[in-house]
């Protein structure tokens, strides 16, 4: 098996060595949606270690240090990077969120909750906004991969969590 890294794909765990799936549900109950056909052929594909540690909420560092030790590879010094998580629901309030502005809402955790992906339906809601209007999206965490992507795009987005769910809000400030 390839080098375990904090950009390997979780797919390609999984792929390589299924058994590893115990160690990652070890981790955090939040990988327990792994079990799902749909989201490994879906989110774990696009997920990194770094990614699906700031989603189960836990140090990327410490995941990965779990994963080789698990997988007989040499443990890498642990260094301490934090939880991107932790690092996405720091950022300060944008000068560009303005409640009034916010045109579409959806609420992701049924989704989530049956085992399916609203990733597709989020990308789509996305693509909806006029420049200027806000997608606010909530989930039960930071949905790192999806958030990335949406950046990727040339979309801006800004995580906070209230009352215990994640509001995400999306904004096109211009057209790509």
Not at 24 to 51: E, I
Not at 75 to 85: I, R, T
Request: charge should be negative; aromatic fraction near 6%.
């Amino acid at each position: 098996m390839k080098e375990i890294t904090l950009d390997t794909k979780i797919s390609e765990i999984l792929n390589e060595r299924p058994e590893l799936e115990q160690t990652l549900l070890g981790l955090s109950p939040a990988f327990a949606k792994l079990q799902s056909p749909l989201l490994r052929k879906t989110v774990a594909r696009v997920t990194s270690v770094k990614q699906a540690a700031a989603i189960a909420g836990i140090n990327s560092s410490h995941m990965l240090t779990m994963l080789r030790k698990a997988a007989g590879m040499e443990v890498m010094a642990e260094g301490d990077d934090g939880a991107e998580a932790e690092h996405l629901l720091a950022i300060p309030c944008p000068e560009w969120f303005i409640e009034e502005q916010i045109k579409y809402r959806f609420d992701a955790s049924g989704v989530l909750e049956a085992g399916n992906v609203p990733m597709g339906r989020i990308i789509d809601d996305a693509k909806k906004l006029l420049v200027g209007e806000i997608y606010l999206f909530t989930t039960p965490f930071v949905p790192a991969p999806i958030i990335e992507i949406l950046e990727n795009k040339g979309y801006y987005v800004w995580s906070r969590r209230v009352e215990g769910v994640v509001e995400n809000y999306v904004i096109r400030l211009k057209l790509v």
